[in-house]
């Protein structure tokens, strides 16, 4: 999906420099730049992430295409990259949008629950599902998500069916509350995506610890593999179309002259597929055992 920047709202925190923007979708996005101080890579790695995701059902911010127009970049001089003591002005073109849970002037948004809280996340179940996929693709970074309050319906029970089949990111919260069911609760997404692959290297690296939320309380529960189903199936035995279909998203201008390189690094994402469990269990012989119930 195709968005027009209309309105800048503020600058986000992190090393991306990423801006909290209105756009004429009526939605607002946190919307990376392409020309970002980590690499221009690091949007390809966050459309690629979103839309496999998107496939295993594991809940993430839909994710548009934004474009921002040399008149709007004019007319907000506050859009820049601080590199040191110096502006970068911002390239006008397309870049990468993930889109904010609602209007930031209503809805709060948080990157931390307490345990007590954290227990209730409606689908904590998730969080497994995205450490096989964070083992799978080598997110270089620590675990990202953010919780917010929504009216729920009952959430999908976790061995539906995964989607779409063409690839394409959901336009529409994957998560499943309502504004018109009665009751509330926290739900989570994950985010923050540009670090797989190892970031701009588009290399695999592996550690024990790669891939684990920092909250150790999200995995007391785990008994064993059948914990880390649908989704590690899932992962396991990814479709090579899906594959297919998020590389034909992504605008040529992020590629430039990646092209033989993105192709290699998926190619090398697939032919580890099945080492997935491996990796996983590799965590339980770390220094830490983050899954001390599973025997």
């Not at 590199?83 to 809805?107: A, C, M, N, T």
């Amino acid at each position: 999906m195709l968005v027009q920047a209309t309105r800048l709202i503020r600058k986000m925190r992190g090393g991306a420099q990423a801006h909290l923007l209105e756009c004429d979708d009526g939605h607002f996005y946190v919307v990376k730049f392409r020309n970002n101080p980590q690499h221009r890579r690091i949007l390809i790695n966050e459309w690629i992430a979103s839309v496999f995701l998107n496939y295993l059902q594991i809940s993430t911010p839909p994710a548009s295409i934004v474009t921002l127009s040399a008149a709007f970049l004019d007319a907000n001089p506050d859009i820049y990259i601080q590199l040191g003591s110096r502006h970068q002005p911002v390239e006008p073109g397309w870049h990468f949008g993930s889109r904010y849970p609602g209007d930031p002037g209503k809805i709060m948004v948080y990157d931390f629950l307490p345990d007590t809280l954290l227990d209730k996340v409606v689908n904590a179940g998730e969080f497994l599902g995205v450490l096989a996929f964070d083992k799978w693709m080598s997110n270089a970074d620590a675990r990202q998500s953010i919780f917010f309050r929504a009216r729920l319906r009952q959430w999908p029970a976790p061995g539906s069916e995964p989607g779409p089949r063409a690839g394409f990111v959901s336009q529409a919260p994957r998560a499943g509350f309502d504004s018109q069911a009665p009751r509330a609760g926290f739900v989570s997404q994950m985010m923050d995506h540009g670090y797989v692959f190892d970031g701009p290297h588009w290399k695999f690296s592996d550690s024990p610890l790669q891939g684990l939320y920092f909250r150790p309380s999200i995995y007391q529960s785990v008994r064993g593999w059948d914990d880390f189903q649908p989704w590690l199936d899932r992962v396991v035995y990814f479709p090579d179309e899906i594959v297919d279909a998020a590389q034909k998203q992504i605008p040529p201008e992020w590629v430039a002259e990646d092209a033989a390189a993105l192709q290699s690094v998926l190619e090398k994402l697939m032919a580890r597929r099945r080492r997935v469990p491996d990796l996983i269990r590799d965590s339980r012989a770390g220094r830490v055992n983050p899954f001390p119930e599973w025997k």
